[in-house]
């Protein structure tokens, strides 16, 4: 029977086909950490070069036709300057039959590179820098284990020019055994249980009292508890993985952002690989969040007599900005768009204009369509 290392592209074991694409990156980053005329763009081309001269001694003449495809492939999983979205053909499912890997191991490469790529552009001596190249090849080498059969043989290059001395620092990583492993509670179950909870949350800040927030957050967290360990073993079974999980959810969500805090920001690239679909939204979601949420946090906050109305009118205008800025920013399932928007949709459907003080902010009617969900105000 045929091991892995017996593997051959054209004239190359599979070894060393993959890992020497590492050497043409590793050349790239040094002039880009080094060299303070060059640019991304220069530096790219040369890496492109590199690989296709080794692609070339690989496929050899019989192949020779295939080069430029297989070199495209591989580029996938290396530095660029932006702007590269995997694209399929049959070739590509040639070569990654051969390498036993799915095409997720190239595809949205752009969550790894991104945050790296920003603090580079803005100041190439950055000390930080260190340890964000580190993260981001830690996430390519991941995103590549995770998809392809032979996880064990692949390895993080730990060269680093950005640190000290020229090694990246030291970072937890998963074993083989976790990457090939999907989390445990697929995003729409996990949105369906995790939308029972955020609704007795919203409802707490719309009912009759001023509650704390820490309070509120704490019977969230143990809603959720509730739901997740009794389906997602995951959840249960790792620190790590429900930490993430529990940022991951409570960051798509709004209702902590809504009424008590901006401080939910955190980097996908930061959550663990297996939790990252759980949280399939871009870059610009959070900030963007933050912009619909600040004049309602604001009016609950600061305002100490409002009428039922008017904080009403704040809370669907935070909603339907909130509604179009998950559209733009995320790709999520159809059925926990609709969930989400019908979560928060289904407040504030009866307003009244009689004021209130201190935190009386929903009318009768309202007070009973919501308790009708079988909640507490």
């Known amino acids: 029977m045929q091991t892995t290392a017996e593997y051959m592209i054209g ?24 060299n303070p005329s060059t640019n991304c763009s220069a530096e790219y081309q040369d890496e492109k070069e590199c690989l296709r001269d080794h692609v070339a001694v690989c496929l050899g003449r019989e192949y020779h036709g295939h080069i430029n495809l297989v070199a495209n492939l591989l580029l996938y999983q290396l530095y660029h300057c932006g702007n590269v979205e995997y694209k399929h053909n049959a070739i590509y499912g040639i070569v990654l039959k051969s390498i036993q890997c799915q095409r997720e191991a190239f ?44 996880c064990d ?62 309070s509120v957050e704490v019977a969230f967290k143990r809603c959720l508890d509730s739901r997740f360990l009794t389906f997602c073993p995951d959840y249960a079974r790792k ?14 969500l709004r209702g902590r952002r809504f009424f008590c805090s901006q401080d939910i920001n955190f980097r996908t690239i930061d959550l663990d690989i297996k939790v990252r679909p759980l949280f399939p939204c871009n870059s610009q979601f959070l900030p963007e969040m933050e912009k619909c949420a600040l004049p309602l946090r604001d009016a609950y906050r600061l305002t100490q007599n409002i009428t039922a109305a008017q904080l009403c009118r704040h809370f669907k205008t935070a909603v339907n900005c909130s509604n179009d800025v ?9 059925e926990v768009t609709s969930m989400t928007y019908n979560t928060y949709n289904s407040f504030c459907e009866f307003e009244t204009e009689h004021s209130v003080s201190g935190a009386q902010f ?12 079988g909640l507490t105000l």
């Not at 998950?326 to 159809?334: G, I």
């Not at 929903?362 to 969900?373: G, L, P, Q, Y």
């Open 107 to 150: 595809m949205d490469t752009e969550i790894c590179w991104s945050y790296f790529r920003e603090r580079l552009n803005a100041n190439r001596t950055d000390p930080m820098l260190c340890r964000e190249y580190a993260i981001a090849k830690k996430c390519m080498a991941e995103k590549a284990k995770a998809n392809c059969q032979i």
């Open 153 to 214: 043989r692949l390895r993080r290059d730990t060269f680093n020019p950005f640190c000290p001395n020229d090694t990246d620092p030291w970072l937890q990583v998963n074993a083989c055994r976790d990457l090939l492993m999907p989390l445990s509670c697929d995003r729409l179950r996990t949105y369906k249980m995790a939308l029972d909870c955020e609704h007795k949350f919203v409802a707490s800040f719309l009912g009759n009292t001023r509650p704390d927030c820490r």
């Open 326 to 334: 998950q559209a733009t920013n995320c790709k999520v399932e159809k």
């Open 11 to 34: 004239d190359c074991n599979l070894t060393y086909f993959i890992s020497y694409g590492q050497k043409c990156q590793r050349q790239m980053i040094t002039n880009l950490a080094t």
């Open 239 to 252: 620190q790590r993985l429900k930490d993430d999980i529990q940022k991951a959810v409570t960051s798509f």
């Open 362 to 373: 929903v009318s009768t009617e309202a007070i009973i369509f919501v308790t009708a969900f």
